[in-house]
């Protein structure tokens, strides 16, 4: 299902094993739905490890995923992308993403997304979102 099994020893020895997992919003299958009838191809970006980010995409129906990919490595994937003619906008969940988002403001004004954007930022900031 897409999560991180980690190993609980207790002197030494094997005491249980514990998941941990990033919960998908509960908007987020609609959300997707509404880009896909927009024509909109969604590419599913991410840091996670290939096994848990297919899991998650099967689960939402992503069929294209880029995955262990490193924040530093993001903004190449999106400039691969711009370069065969795609317009590119980004949504992150964390700070890993500032460094892509700023690169691609640009892009996000041409879409009308920068809005938005600074008001998740400014929400974030206040501990609002």
């Given at each position: 299902?897409?999560?991180?099994?980690?190993?609980?020893?207790l002197d030494g020895k094997l005491a249980g094993l514990f998941a941990i997992a990033d919960p998908v919003k509960q908007s987020t299958p609609d959300a997707l739905k509404a880009l896909a009838a927009e024509g909109i191809k969604v590419i599913m970006l991410t840091g996670d490890n290939r096994t848990t980010a297919n899991a998650v995409a099967k689960r939402l129906?992503?069929?294209d995923v880029e995955a262990e990919v490193l924040p530093?490595?993001?903004s190449a994937v999106?400039?691969?992308?711009?370069k065969a003619g795609r317009i590119v906008a980004m949504a992150g969940d964390g700070i890993n993403e500032l460094t892509l988002n700023t690169f691609?403001?640009?892009?996000?004004v041409e879409l009308?997304?920068?809005v938005g954007l600074l008001f998740a930022?400014?929400?974030r900031a206040l501990g609002i979102a």
């Open positions: 299902e897409g999560a991180t099994v980690i190993n609980i020893a129906g992503i069929s530093d490595q993001k999106v400039s691969k992308l711009q691609a403001v640009h892009l996000l009308g997304l920068l930022i400014g929400l």
